[in-house]
Nanobody
Framework: QVQLVESGGGSVQAGGSLRLSCALSGNHDGSAKRCMGWFRQAPGKQREAVATINPVGDTFYTPGVEGRFTISHDNTKTTIFLQMNSLNPEDTAMYYC??????????????????WGQGTQVTVSS
């Protein structure tokens, strides 16, 4: 059974940084590593894509986070990270990790992903 577990959320002041991690397990054929990404959902707002990465390290970002956020993966491609710098209160949201069994070559919507983590809260105060 494929599982995604996020960690690294917390509370920071505006201008601060956080690094989120997401560990993929139970993916015995490796298919779920073909595309992994981060999404976020703020209270009262729709879920939005933040960044995606494929196994060769191509990265894709939604406008508004590019230049501040960096998505990456470890050598095994089973853990992805989201380094978030220059955080502002508008970045406050629940952040979710997601994976799918098809490659990605651009930023994708949530409906394109099959597996989801439980989320980790990021709160940025002004």
């Amino acid at each position: 059974q494929v599982q995604l577990v996020e960690s690294g959320g917390g509370s920071v002041q505006a201008g601060g940084s956080l690094r989120l991690s997401c560990a993929l397990s139970g993916n015995h054929d490796g298919s779920a590593k073909r595309c992994m990404g981060w999404f976020r959902q703020a209270p009262g707002k729709q879920r939005e894509a933040v960044a995606t990465i494929n196994p060769v390290g191509d990265t894709f970002y939604t406008p508004g986070v590019e230049g501040r956020f960096t998505i990456s993966h470890d050598n095994t491609k089973t853990t992805i990270f989201l380094q978030m710098n220059s955080l502002n209160p508008e970045d406050t949201a629940m952040y979710y990790c997601a994976a799918r069994t098809s490659w990605c070559y651009r930023i994708l919507e949530g409906a394109d992903f099959t597996y989801w983590g439980q989320g980790t809260q990021v709160t940025v105060s002004s």
